[in-house]
């Protein structure tokens, strides 16, 4: 069983950044690939970028891609997620997840294991 802890959400003002951590209580974690979702009032849960176990494979949804960095620390069991040039359709609670293969996937129903998320919120 592996544990996920989200942090580092908050309020932000458009334009802004923030990053989110995601600890994960497993020694083998580097076994695992992971990913970023979010969630928005009223809508679905949406994949927000991808990393394989090594890190050498990143991937994103288009509508980060360019402004969101995913990397991960494979020594300190946490995934990292820096959002820059934030906007108002950011504001979701945003989900780390884990992956048993190698490189994951952008769908969420393929992952194992889910943290209890963090708030970010976007003001303009």
């Known amino acids: 069983q592996v544990q996920l802890v989200e942090s580092g959400g908050g309020l932000v003002q458009a334009g802004g950044s923030l990053r989110l951590s995601c600890a994960a209580s497993?020694?083998?974690?580097?076994?695992?690939?992971m990913g970023w979702f979010r969630q928005a009032p009223g809508k679905e849960r949406e994949f927000v970028a991808g990393?394989?176990?090594?890190?050498?494979?990143?991937y994103y949804a288009d509508s980060v891609k360019g402004r969101f960095t995913i990397s991960r620390d494979n020594a300190k069991n946490t995934v990292y997620l820096v959002m820059n040039s934030l906007n108002a359709e950011d504001t979701a609670v945003y989900y780390c997840?884990?992956?048993?293969?190698?490189?994951?996937?952008?769908?969420?129903?393929?992952?194992?294991?889910w943290g209890q998320g963090t708030q970010v919120t976007v003001s303009l």
């Open positions: 990393i394989s176990w090594s890190g050498a494979v990143r």
């Open positions: 497993e020694r083998t974690f580097e076994r695992y690939a």
């Open positions: 997840a884990a992956h048993t293969a190698m490189i994951g996937s952008r769908n969420g129903d393929e992952y194992d294991y």
